[in-house]
């Protein structure tokens, strides 16, 4: 949604590439710490995330909550 590679997602998150690649293809869950900089990274970004509500859960664009750096 953002266009970011995966090497931007990674320094905005302040994780490896290899953390994003894995986690990309499913090959493994990356540790709490991880998901919890990537989260904030896409929510500073602008991204929602929407929790399951009987809807099912989704994505959406909000406002980028961030400090204009992505």
């Given at each position: 949604?953002?266009?970011?590679?995966?090497d931007e997602l990674a320094s905005a998150a302040a994780v490896s590439r290899a953390t994003v690649v894995d986690f990309e293809r499913g090959a493994?869950?990356?540790?709490?710490?991880?998901?919890i900089s990537i989260r904030r990274a896409l929510e500073a970004a602008g991204i929602v995330l929407i929790a399951e509500n009987g809807?099912?859960?989704?994505?959406?664009?909000?406002?980028?909550?961030?400090?204009g750096e992505n």
């Open positions: 949604m953002l266009g970011w590679s995966q493994r869950i990356p540790h709490r710490n991880s998901l809807g099912g859960a989704g994505v959406r664009f909000g406002k980028p909550s961030g400090d």
